[in-house]
Structure formats: structure tokens, C-alpha cells
């Protein structure tokens, strides 16, 4: 079993951006974590090709949580890729699948409501962004401390970010996959987007978790990364 990373580079607002989602290969099986924004699927199929693998070999798709830049190509994978089975917590699940409204969107239209005139645009086309997002099942609903992919990954629970937030612990590789749990930032763990924290608290406590693991290699999603 390893873990590869897939760097994905793209434009924002005329700047360059960068995501790592990343892809776990197991018995000549794949998994990829999270599936960047909403069109992003050929960026990481590409991606996958030149990583040496192939994607029809893909087998299981893990999201950490319900945000835009983590579930906007799902939908897309689910079409072209029917077979793969979609995995996230209980609690996301419920935004996912459309069950529950995202608690996302239930924050950035509270925040609209007290934003300036120079903000009040962004704060618009985000809201729309995360109504566009096209609703999938997801097909195996994960806890806190299940062993996933052959017993191989442990599901932490990493609520804060969002309150259903998953991050992945393998044992035998020394490594945790942390979504938004954590980013690479000047080489430490830090927590991603303070100010967007749904509960900053929890936030705290679930990085000081996933440092308590004592891995070796961290994969953030945002920042890369960061060997030990």
C-alpha cells in the first residue's frame, strides 16, 4: 500500500492555486481522497495518468467533508465512474446527499448579512457556488475509529472545520491524510482557515489529534506535503 499525491494547479482571480487531493493504492486498487472543485475531474484524472496509474481502476472515493473545493467533482466521478463507492462520515453524509442543508451555506449567508460593499459580491457568487453543487448518496457511512480499506486506514473523527470532518490514519505507512483538519503552512501543522471554522474549539483539538498520532508524513490538502 502506498499514498501518492496529486498536485493540481489552477487560476483564481488571475492567481495561481494549488489543491492536493490524494490517491491511496491498494492490491492494484485505487482510492482517491476528495475531488477538488466543480470541474476539476479531468485536471485529476490527467493527474492520476501521469502518476502511472489508471483511473478506471478506481475503486473507492473518500471525502473528508462537505466544502466546495472537496466535493465539487463527485458528482461528476459518480456519473462517468458509477461503480466506486463513495465513503464520508455520518454527519457529512447528511450535506452530501442533500438530506440536510450544508451547515456551509448556512454560515456564508449569515456572514453575508454583515459583510461590506466590497465583500457582498464574493460573499454572493459563494453562496451560489455551494447551490450549484449537485447532491450524490454516499454509499458507506464511516465513524469515528472504523478500520476502512482492508483494515489498513483508521477514520478519525476531526470535527471544527466542519462538525462531520474525517481525517485518515494509516499505521503501517506512519501517515494521516488530514483534509482540512490541518495545513502545510511554512512547514507546520496548522489549522486551515481559522475565521471559516465552524467551531474553532474543536478545530483545535482535532490538530492537536492528528499531531498526537505521531506520523511521520502528513497529507494536507492544502499546502502538500509534510514529512517529519
Known amino acids: 500500500m502506498k499514498i501518492v499525491e496529486l498536485p493540481i494547479e489552477f487560476e483564481f482571480n488571475g492567481q495561481k492555486n494549488h489543491i492536493y487531493p490524494s490517491l491511496i493504492i491498494l492490491n492494484n486498487e485505487l482510492t ?11 485536471l485529476i484524472s490527467k493527474e492520476i495518468s501521469k502518476k502511472g496509474y489508471e483511473i478506471k481502476e478506481l475503486k473507492n472515493i473518500i471525502i473528508t467533508h462537505y466544502d466546495d473545493d472537496h466535493i465539487g467533482s ?10 466506486v463507492n463513495i465513503i464520508a462520515s455520518e454527519t457529512e453524509s447528511k450535506y452530501i446527499s442533500g438530506a440536510k442543508k450544508s451547515e456551509r451555506l448556512i454560515q456564508a449567508e449569515e456572514m453575508l448579512k454583515t459583510m461590506s460593499n466590497e465583500e457582498i459580491e464574493f460573499g454572493k457568487w459563494f453562496i451560489q457556488q455551494l447551490k450549484n453543487l449537485k447532491h450524490v448518496s454516499i454509499d458507506e457511512k464511516v465513524h469515528d475509529g472504523d478500520m476502512i480499506l482492508d483494515n489498513k486506514c483508521r477514520v478519525v473523527a476531526t470535527p471544527g472545520h466542519t462538525s462531520g470532518h474525517i481525517s485518515l490514519y494509516f499505521p503501517s505507512l506512519k501517515s494521516v491524510i488530514t483534509g ?7 512547514h507546520e501543522l496548522s489549522i486551515a482557515n481559522p475565521y471559516f471554522c465552524l467551531n474553532i474549539k474543536e478545530a483545535e483539538q482535532s490538530l492537536r489529534k492528528i499531531k498526537n498520532l505521531k506520523a511521520e508524513t502528513y497529507y494536507c490538502y492544502h499546502g502538500g506535503k509534510l514529512t517529519l
Open 180 to 186: 482540512d483538519a490541518a495545513v502545510n503552512e511554512n
Open 74 to 83: 463527485l458528482y461528476d466521478f459518480r456519473e462517468k465512474y458509477p461503480w
Open 32 to 42: 482517491l481522497v476528495d475531488t477538488g472543485y466543480t470541474g476539476f475531474l479531468t
